[in-house]
């Protein structure tokens, strides 16, 4: 049985709220879990305490017992400082602009100056 400590969603319709629970890997999202550890509060803002409350020795508790974080869930424990920061990788920018468009904007650029 993978243990995984994930957030399962317990808001109403367009007001988000989660909890932190250990659940088997295989249970649905909002389904059975074995403990609820801790909450989030994505709708109150990012320096108010109670934006994310964790049980810290249930979660060392279950990290002992081989239990593994989703990487959200991950990102709030390293900052509670119960396991290393996750270390998060830049997403592309599909945004951007292209390779021709980059050269144009260096030429235009390059005109300005002069």
Not at 28 to 33: E, L, N
Not at 52 to 81: C, D, N, P, Y
């Amino acid at each position: 049985m993978g243990l995984k400590i994930r957030l399962a969603r317990a808001g109403a319709k367009k007001r988000p709220y989660y909890h932190i629970v250990i659940a088997d890997s295989r249970s649905p999202r909002d389904g059975r879990f074995i403990e609820r550890v801790g909450s989030y509060n994505p709708m109150l803002p990012a320096e108010h305490e109670d934006r994310v409350r964790i049980q810290s020795e249930r979660v060392t508790h279950w990290l002992e017992s081989g239990a593994v974080a989703t990487e959200r869930v991950a990102k709030f424990l390293g900052k509670a400082g119960l396991v290393p920061m996750p270390q998060w990788n830049d997403q592309p920018r599909q945004s951007a602009p292209k390779k021709k468009a980059q050269e144009r904007a260096k030429a235009a650029a390059a005109a300005a100056a002069a």
